[in-house]
């Protein structure tokens, strides 16, 4: 015994500050991470600059990684603690329509038909939570099971409502409520309290970038733009982007979140506990069950938030949407450095994990030389050496003497 | 005299039509150790989760301090102060030293309100757990370092310190020795008695007597379900409890079928010595 206990030198010192960083779990993603980011800023250099650097471009693969981020986060959490959801995606596609159909069919106002998605999707969670705790089935086939559910659920009610149509559409609203066309609809969505904090862009981030556009700091470009007194639409000299979308506020104000949650608080210990071997934590008065029930709920309200930022940016709920996102959400955990069997991982990784997930997606499509058709070969590479990775990190630390 | 810390009084346990305990009765008191022996099948097992709220005994009576006792779940038999420390399913070999520590205890001091989202006070923590470690002899360098890099001794000892830290009167050591070399099985010994010393109760479960025999005070042996008995360590050898255990009737009978196969041994070995001789002929050949 004893060997890990220091006898004597500082030499020992020296190699575990290295062997530290090495076993953290978000580091193989930070470093992959950057890698990627090098590579496409290298690879789209033209003239003198990077397309890749450009401000739009930044915009467009911050966006996508949020979005992807923010169901990752829910998927991290969940499998730290253990368990699967493989109905996010059909969840997804569920709570669009459940959000959307209220307020373009039946008049609500938006924040109302939030409020009930929302506590949906935390019903939704519960039902999954229980019956995983319940029959012990593994959260893989029960979850399974509900991709199947709900997806098709989704499309049997959107037909019901529609009278055949497979989306429901912001259409609808035009001749309610004095609405005269599409634009005036989406107007009339995003006045309103709530549904402002999953449309457009972060709050007081267009004032900052018109702001810096007036000072040169960012490009301005002629845009076409709809003059809100005449309702025309008009040129005018605007920056290239109007801000930071939405979604990557969400991303980054939930990542702290969660890495609040799991690292410093008394939840985040029994979520390692009740991943990490559940019979001991019960043992210790971990109610393990409980836990169970709020991670299911914890990603079944990402898979939401996800879908209300899609659906209030798209202007319809399409029965396929959120379709193989449940993929997408475990790609990025496992990218991140949590382990699929549970009780070890990280938010942060998981940050990095949809990082790395976004600017390939959108690099690929940046790189004019490179073929869009090679972001899954890219993603599935990355992804077989995230997992190589990780299984060699959970080696050193356990067998480490 | 006063009544025993704890005591088992009669204890009766069926699954169905199997009878797993048979009435059994033992006690236990501050600063003692009992040993409770008994081959695979005994009832070690069940009666451990009795005594730590797991099972509910089918009949009979748990005391403790003379009061009787009703433990419907583990988390009852905690608050009373027994703590059992399971060879494996104590310690998650993937967390650090003072997360396992505070397991489903997590210190968050002020801020009660939060519940579970309260703030774990992590600097207190760390600082605890690395003194209760020093104090059962265990120097760990870095609270927050990998539970999985330490020894299979060292982690049973992170998990009596817990026991002890979090109130534990009564410690129940489920085969604490069983998966350990010698030399690891003598720390953990070394810590049980280090634990008597600090006026608990120890029940320590093993099938292996000369793990049993240095530290114990005390041993019921089990068989069948059934207590053999309950014998103070000046009331019997060694050898006597190893008889006991396995039967002493069937442990002779044991010995004598071993001799029959020594005896018939002597007269084909002679045959294989010849077909070793025979194969290395072989390989010299291919050679």
Known sequence: MATTTPTSDERVREVSWFNRLLSRPEFGALAGALLVFIMFTVFSWEDGSSGFLGWRAVTTWLKFSAEIGIIGIGATLLMIGGEFD???????????????????????????????????????????????????????????????????????????????ATRVDIQALVGQNGIEDVPQAREFIRNDWLSQMFSGEVWGSPQLVGFLGNIGLIPVTERRVLDPETGQRIAMELPIIDGIPVAVGWWIVLTILAIILLQRTQLGNWIFGTGGHAESARNMGVPTNRVKILLFMGTAVCATILSMLQVFEAGSSEVLRGQLKEFEA???????????????????????????????????????????????????????????????????????? | MAAPLVELKDIVKTFGSVIALNGVS??????????????????????????????????????????????????????????????????????????N??????????????????????????????????????????????????????????????????????LILDEPTAALGVKQAGVVLKYIAQVRAKGLAVVFITHNVHHAYPVADKFTILKRGQSYGTFMKEEVSREDV??????????????????????????????????????????????
């Open chain 2, 101 to 170: 520590f505070f397991m489903g205890n997590e210190p968050t001091g002020a801020n009660k309100w939060l519940g579970p989202l309260g703030i774990v006070q992590k600097d207190f923590a760390d600082q605890k757990a690395k003194e209760e470690m020093a104090k059962m002899g265990i120097d760990i360098r870095d609270p927050n370092q990998v539970v999985g890099t330490m020894s299979g001794g060292e982690r049973q000892v992170l998990a009596i310190a817990r026991a002890i830290y979090f109130g534990a009167r009564v």
């Open chain 2, 242 to 287: 190893l008889n006991m255990m396995a039967g002493g009737e069937e442990l002779a009978a044991l010995e004598a079928e071993l001799k029959e196969f020594e005896r018939s041994d002597t007269a084909p070995s002679s045959r294989l010595e010849a077909g070793a001789a025979a194969q290395s002929a072989v390989q010299d050949n291919r050679g």
């Open chain 2, 26 to 99: 033992t006690s236990v008191d501050k600063g003692q150790v009992l040993c409770l022996l008994g081959d695979n099948g005994a009832g070690k097992s069940t009666l451990i989760k009795t005594l730590s709220g797991v099972h509910i005994p089918t009949s009979g009576q748990i005391y403790i301090d003379g009061q009787p006792v009703t433990f419907k779940s583990p988390r009852d038999a905690q608050r009373s102060g027994i703590a059992t420390v399971h060879q494996h399913l104590s310690i998650q070999p993937l967390m650090s030293v003072t997360r």
């Open chain 1, 86 to 164: 493989l109905s996010v995606g059909s969840i997804i596609g569920l709570t669009s329509l459940i959000v959307l159909a209220p307020i373009v069919l039946y008049g609500w106002a938006p924040w109302q038909a939030i409020l009930i998605t929302l506590a949906v999707a935390v019903l939704l969670g519960w039902i999954n939570g229980t019956l995983v705790n319940r029959t012990g089935l593994p959260s893989f086939i029960v979850t399974l099971a509900f991709l199947y559910i709900y997806r098709g659920l989704t499309l049997v009610v959107t037909r019901a409502l529609t009278g055949g």
């Open chain 1, 330 to 401: 475990i790609i990025v955990a496992v990218i991140g450095g949590t382990l699929l069997t549970g009780g070890y991982g990280s938010v942060a990784g998981a940050f990095w994990g949809a990082l790395i997930y976004g600017m390939i997606a959108r690099g690929v499509e940046i790189v004019r030389w490179m073929p869009n058709d090679w972001f899954r070969i890219f993603l599935g590479v990355g992804l077989l050496a995230a997992v190589l990775f990780n299984t060699y990190i959970r080696k050193r630390a356990t067998e480490a003497r």
